[in-house]
């Protein structure tokens, strides 16, 4: 097993990574009152609820669960107004918590209602998706959807604590473990070169189950520095929207339908890359070796979209200033740095 410290003071929390803990929850469960709610959505909770809320019971907790539909469109008003109602139908107070059973629409979804349920209370994540696992459980970003863009309403409330599990990787289909990859392979190109050349060597999930807990390791470990550093994203924070503006403006335009979040991080990274070489602030074969590695890992690397709308979308996000966005650009493989760009600048031609 291993463990790693979020140090932000009396905000700080562990993350623990080890196979085989998501029946061992309750031991590294911290809770100062006795009841705990479980969110996970109807993909997860028939495979994981029942071994979690019977580790919770047993430290002799009240627990009950509570599911949502799978799927980007539970991350909304609907589905967190029910947390609610379930919380103050199970009795919950302030001293009480919400545990985050699934992917990354419940830990956001369930750490947003967290936030805001009697103006805050204590939530844990248990991711059980790579993405969740290596991105979206740790550094406290919490929210949820509304029809105009992707994470509009929000906040930042950390973890009590994050208990991760790679062997729930395993009822992961192809698709979902793609899906994590996108976020795996950002963390090599903004900061760590050793990181992507290990993802080249292994070739693929298979070469990545053998190295599953030293990698998630990986990602979280930066991902802790760099929270610790910039916790409210004024600084170097923002590095982890690598291939984000143009994959949130992309999910955006298609409904939420076409390109899951990985996808189109996976070609938010290929187009930025490409337009940044031609401009010249990459060096030139980045962006061949970010699509090699892509598509090692099934992930796509181009796509048809509207220049016109993909502005629109951009100008739109939270991350938008009145003249432009910060976005993120590789000089090289693990060197990575921001620029205010005007939104036009994502109009161009990019990608294959």
Excluded at 59 to 72: C, N, Q, Y
Excluded at 91 to 119: H, Q
Excluded at 145 to 159: I, S, T, Y
Excluded at 315 to 324: I, L, N, P, V
């Amino acid at each position: 097993m291993r463990r790693l410290r979020v140090d932000l003071g009396e905000r700080g929390y562990d993350i623990v990574i080890g196979r085989g803990l998501i029946a061992d929850a309750g031991s590294y469960f911290t809770c100062r009152g006795n009841k705990a709610l479980i969110v996970s959505d109807a993909n997860v909770a028939p495979i994981y609820a029942d071994r979690v809320r019977d580790s919770l019971i047993g430290k002799g907790l009240d627990v009950r669960t509570f599911v949502i539909p799978a799927g980007e469109k539970s991350k909304c008003m609907e589905e967190l107004r029910r947390i609610y109602s379930e919380a103050l139908a199970f009795n919950m107070t302030r001293s009480d918590a919400i545990v985050a059973l699934g992917g990354g629409v419940v830990g956001d979804l369930s750490g947003f209602a967290a936030a805001t349920y009697m103006r805050g209370i204590d939530f844990i994540q248990i991711p059980t998706s790579l993405l969740a696992q290596v991105d979206s459980s740790v550094g406290g970003k919490v929210g949820i959807d509304l029809p105009e863009g992707k994470n509009l309403v929000g906040a930042f409330h950390q973890p009590r604590a994050v208990i991760i599990d790679p062997d729930t990787l395993d009822t992961l289909s192809d698709d979902y473990f793609a899906d994590g990859m996108g976020e795996v392979i950002k963390y090599g190109c903004i900061t760590d070169a050793e990181l992507f050349d290990k993802l080249e060597r292994m070739g693929g999930r298979s070469g990545f189950r053998e190295c599953a807990e030293e990698i998630i390791a990986r990602c979280c470990d930066i991902k802790r520095d760099i929270v610790e550093r910039d916790e409210k994203e004024s600084g170097c924070r923002k590095l982890l929207n690598f291939g984000h503006t143009y994959g949130h403006a992309l999910e955006k335009v298609s409904s939420y339908s076409a390109y899951s979040h990985g996808q189109a991080v996976a070609i938010g990274m290929a187009y930025i890359t490409r337009l940044s070489e031609r401009d010249g602030y990459t060096e030139r074969g980045v962006a061949d070796k970010i699509e090699r590695l892509s598509a090692m890992y099934n992930l796509p690397i181009s796509c048809v979209a509207d220049g016109e709308e993909i502005v629109k979308a951009i100008a739109s996000d939270k991350k938008g200033a009145a003249d432009g966005v910060d976005a993120v650009f590789v000089r090289k493989i693990g060197d990575s740095f921001t620029m205010r760009v005007p939104f036009d600048y994502f109009k161009a031609e990019g990608g294959k």
